[in-house]
């Protein structure tokens, strides 16, 4: 199946969706975010897994990443952030609520977005960041390669660029980062051409941290959640879903074996099984009863 790539402007701001959606396709309407430095392309996978089980599904690049617009200087990053989920989720569901699943950065997205009214139908938090003190950033910052290639004052050619930039990557966000394959790092990197972007992404960091120290209020959160983590996650430890778990003994928890920060590229098959497994589940559980409890996984 093809993925429809296309431009869309929600509330002001152009952005770039990725959608599987037609004949043969169903399921509540399923938003797909993404974390900090990544795009809308590292759901690529999933969503093919999605589209062969049978469910629908829309990602976007959040502002500030991909081809999005720049987020606007002079407001936090995280409601500018909800804000567009709102919109979108208004213009995707065609009156009925989204399941919105988001990771790192896009999971905080997620658990924010359920805060306000109207609620997604349920959210899938994965590895979201958020939780305990964020070290995703520091260990970005004090990369080797990327100090080296900010400290240099030579021009940097763009497969230069792109090539230290796929290796910090592969290192930070694989449990196993030999196994990270070609395709997938150059996805990711597809959306950095300079120096200048490197800076950019970094200053832009910087600027998110202090949003992610304590940022939920979990008695907000009515509607269904699945947690999905990896256990060898070393951006943001597992050990912070206790924090969810306790506040929402209702949440469903499937923590991945030797998967780390970003398990919709290390294993796509299972995050999409999950995906679609809670979505039915979604669809399956009376509007009146939206907490329905469930055993942890």
Avoid: K
């Avoid at 989720?89 to 658990?111: F, Q």
């Avoid at 100090?147 to 592969?170: C, G, H, K």
């Avoid at 919709?264 to 299972?270: D, K, N, S, T």
């Amino acid at each position: 199946m093809v993925i429809d790539e296309r431009s869309v402007e929600i509330d002001g701001v152009r952005t770039r969706l990725l959608e599987l959606a037609g004949p043969g396709l169903d399921g509540p309407p399923l938003l797909l975010l993404h974390g900090f430095t990544d795009s809308a392309d590292t759901w690529r996978p999933v969503m093919l897994d999605l589209a062969a089980r049978g469910q629908r599904s829309v990602a976007i690049d959040l502002p500030g990443f991909g081809q999005a617009d720049r987020l606007l200087p002079d407001e936090p990053m995280l409601p500018q952030y909800v804000r567009l989920v709102a919109g979108l989720s208004a213009l995707i569901g065609d009156g009925e609520a989204p399941v919105i699943a988001g990771n790192s950065m896009g999971g905080a997205t997620a658990l924010l977005a359920a805060e306000g009214r109207p609620s997604p139908a349920g959210i899938i938090p994965i590895d979201p960041a958020g939780f305990d003190h964020p070290r995703w950033f520091q260990l970005i910052d004090q990369q080797p390669l990327l100090r080296f290639l900010l400290s240099d004052v030579n021009p940097v050619p763009t497969p230069l660029v792109r090539m230290i930039l796929a290796q910090v990557f592969r290192q930070l966000a694989f449990a196993h980062p030999l196994r990270a394959r070609r395709e997938v790092l150059a996805r990711f990197t597809q959306h950095y051409e300079t120096r200048r972007d490197v800076r950019r992404i970094l200053h832009t960091g910087r600027r998110l941290l202090p949003e992610l120290l304590e940022p939920f209020d979990h008695s907000l959160i009515e509607c269904p959640v699945l947690l999905i983590w990896g256990d060898r996650d070393r951006m943001v430890s597992h050990r912070g879903s206790r924090h969810l778990l306790a506040a929402l003994p209702s949440t469903e928890y499937e923590l991945l074996a030797d998967v780390g920060h970003c398990p919709q590229l290390e294993v796509p098959a299972r995050v999409g099984e999950l995906i679609h497994d809670f979505c039915v589940r979604v669809r399956d559980t009376p509007t009146e009863d939206p907490r329905r409890e469930v055993a942890h996984g």
